[in-house]
């Protein structure tokens, strides 16, 4: 492979992992993905020589089995390439080899979902690769389907759900015991009701409190940022708008001209994740930086979003282009290697606290839907316990 496709396969790495980070999945899983996709891109430097050749399923069969972890390899990869056919940067993912033909009670609850249950063939899709597993689960161990127990069951769903986040798990979890409820109740085949029996581990809806930045990290962020490109004008612009505004990555490039109002320094939010849109004040350094990124920085464009990307056909960016130039800045200013743009909204909460916004004039600004979400903000108000608590001065 050439030193020109190979920093190609980098950048798509770097860019497919700062998505997961985005969706919330777990620093573990992260942590597995990386170090797999850094061997896969070390593999495929020796083996393949054209940037078509490395997602087919022949160079994927080979990567697999030079390590111990065959499915976890296997779906790095494939996450990767999805990503990438998402992206229209490859033609195709990675073809899956023909399936093995599933035993008729598998394929009668598989027509059962759609016939009965009116399920999507999405959905059903996807009950059918947790069925499949399982059925391969049952050989490996030569069990009969009708003599299994719940501590086999419990087995196999902890293997299967290991490399999935927590979200993913909950849904995999409710699609295998529809399966055990129907092998129960409609065909008889087992002697339990094992849906009421499968064990679930405690999941908790925030296992530690948000991260952010201190004023001194802050500072050190925006003195370190050079104006003098495009792409820096552009990163600019969206550092302050994260920080200043608390706006998701997903908001920020969702942003179109028409949403700014200079006159009023006022901004439209339109696209939030909980779906109300709202209009917020734009502070005067942020109206400012926007103002420059236009004048200096954004390419000549009849698209009528904000931030495009800074190399033709300079098409929008997307928020994975969002996360990748800010952590880029984070990087370059030495902040915490783990520090995201995600820390940057938890900072502009943490400072909305210290001013003495209320709880839920935050919620609104921040476009929560849930309370609960905006509540975990209190956690790192470290400042207000000790006035609070202690009768401190701030």
Excluded at 214 to 221: A, D, K, T, V
Excluded at 227 to 251: D, F, K, W
Excluded at 345 to 361: D, K, M, P, T
């Amino acid at each position: 492979m050439n030193d020109k496709d190979s920093e190609r396969l980098s950048l798509a790495v770097e860019q497919y992992l700062l998505q997961r980070i985005e969706q919330g999945y777990r620093d573990t899983d992260i942590i597995s993905q990386s170090t797999i996709l850094l061997d896969f891109q070390v593999f495929v430097k020796k083996r393949v020589k054209e940037w078509d050749a490395i997602f087919t399923l022949e160079i994927l069969q080979e990567f697999m089995h030079t390590g111990n972890d065959i499915s976890r390899r296997q779906g790095a990869v494939r996450g990767l390439a999805n990503f990438l056919y998402q992206e229209k940067r490859i033609p195709r993912p990675i073809p899956r080899k023909s399936r093995a033909t599933l035993s008729k009670i598998f394929q009668d609850y598989l027509h059962y979902c759609t016939t009965a249950r009116y399920d999507t063939q999405k959905m059903v899709e996807h009950i059918r690769r947790i069925l499949e597993a399982f059925n391969q689960y049952l050989k490996r161990n030569n069990l009969k389907l009708s003599k299994v127990t719940i501590e086999q069951i419990d087995t196999f769903d902890q293997e299967y759900n290991a490399p999935y986040a927590r979200q993913s798990q909950k849904l995999n979890r409710n699609c295998f015991r529809g399966f055990l409820r129907y092998l129960y109740h409609d065909r008889h085949v087992i002697k339990r009701d094992f849906a009421t029996l499968l064990e679930v581990p405690r999941m908790y809806h925030q296992t530690k409190p948000p991260c952010f930045l201190r004023p001194g990290e802050i500072q050190q962020l925006f003195e370190s940022m050079t104006n003098t490109t495009p792409s820096g004008l552009r990163a600019y612009a969206m550092v302050h708008i994260a920080y200043t505004m608390g706006l998701r990555p997903q908001e920020i490039s969702k942003l179109t001209l028409d949403d700014i109002a200079f006159g009023k320094a006022e901004m439209r939010v339109r696209y939030r994740k909980a779906g109300s849109p709202v209009t917020m004040p734009i502070p005067q350094k942020t109206l400012k930086a926007i103002a420059a990124y236009l004048v200096g920085g954004r390419p000549e464009n009849n698209c009528r979003e904000l931030f495009l990307q800074c190399h033709r056909p300079f098409n929008p960016v997307k928020s994975w282009n969002v996360c990748s130039a800010i952590k880029s800045c984070m990087r370059k200013a030495g902040l915490p290697e783990e520090a995201t743009t995600y820390w940057l909204r938890h900072s502009h909460a943490q400072h909305l606290l210290e001013a003495g916004a209320s709880i839920f004039e935050i919620k609104e600004m921040l476009g929560h839907e849930d309370i609960e979400a905006t509540n975990a903000y209190l956690h790192i108000h470290l400042k207000l316990m000790r006035r609070v608590i202690l009768g401190e001065p701030v």
